[in-house]
């Protein structure tokens, strides 16, 4: 099992920017991908973003971004801190949500999940 820890979060204005990071120790060495959700409350789990273990495969070979978040949310990773970085920009009412933070790929990397971290945004 993988520990996964958000951070960042918190309120902001509508227009306003966030960074959120994702520390999990050891992905970047057991070369797993890393993808960020999100929930508001009473809604699914939403898929926002996500960034693919290096070597890239053909089926994981792109940073990928939900269409609601293309062009304002930048996913970035460190691999010698073993972070991943959720950089959101232009933030909307409903971007609102917790976000979290999800290890993939095989082996040790298959479906590790932190406990997210809460983001508001207001008008």
């Known amino acids: 099992q993988m520990q996964v820890v958000e951070s960042g979060g918190g309120s902001v204005q509508v227009g306003g920017s966030l960074r959120l990071t994702c520390t999990a120790p050891g992905f970047a060495a057991n070369n797993c991908g890393i993808a960020w959700y999100r929930q508001a409350d009473g809604k699914q789990r939403e898929w926002v973003s996500s960034?693919?273990?290096?070597?890239?495969?053909?089926?994981?070979?792109?940073?990928r971004y939900a269409n609601s978040v293309k062009g304002r949310f930048v996913i970035s990773k460190d691999k010698s801190k073993d972070a991943v970085y959720l950089q959101m920009n232009s933030l909307k009412p409903e971007d609102t949500g917790n976000y979290l933070c999800?290890?993939?790929?095989?082996?040790?990397?298959?479906?590790?999940w932190g406990l997210g971290t809460q983001v508001a945004v207001s008008s």
């Open positions: 999800q290890v993939y790929g095989g082996g040790v990397c298959y479906s590790n």
């Open positions: 960034i693919p273990h290096d070597p890239a495969t053909r089926y994981d070979a792109t940073i």
